[in-house]
């Protein structure tokens, strides 16, 4: 079992920044692939970013150039640091630790972005 925690979620405007966290706890192993996913109200659940153990990378059209994500294999935390924040970026943002074939997700954080 692999426990996930998000935080770093808030209220920012147009414009601004957050930075997200994910922390994997559990039986964790050395081969992995995270993301972030996010869900706003009435839309469907969708993928945002991905980053293996080993480093690679890859974002959704509609965040690239805006977003990163990075890892600290160590600690098993992921990060998404998100600049230029855009209303369309409001939703609640969920982690996904995928490895040997089995799904872990956290509970979501909230992110809001409004003047």
């Known amino acids: 079992q692999v426990q996930l925690v998000e935080s770093g979620g808030g209220l920012v405007q147009p414009g601004g920044s957050l930075r997200l966290s994910c922390a994997a706890s559990?039986?964790?192993?050395?081969?992995?692939?995270m993301g972030w996913y996010r869900q706003a109200p009435g839309k469907q659940r969708e993928w945002v970013a991905v980053?293996?153990?080993?480093?690679?990378?890859n974002y959704a059209e509609s965040v690239k150039g805006r977003f990163t994500i990075s890892g600290d294999n160590a600690k098993k935390i992921v990060y998404l640091q998100m600049n230029s924040l855009k209303p369309e970026d409001t939703a609640v943002y969920y982690c996904n630790w995928l490895q040997a074939g089995l799904s872990y997700w956290g509970q979501g954080t909230q992110v809001t972005v409004s003047s």
């Open positions: 980053i293996t153990s080993e480093g690679l990378t």
């Open positions: 559990g039986s964790i192993k050395n081969i992995y692939i």
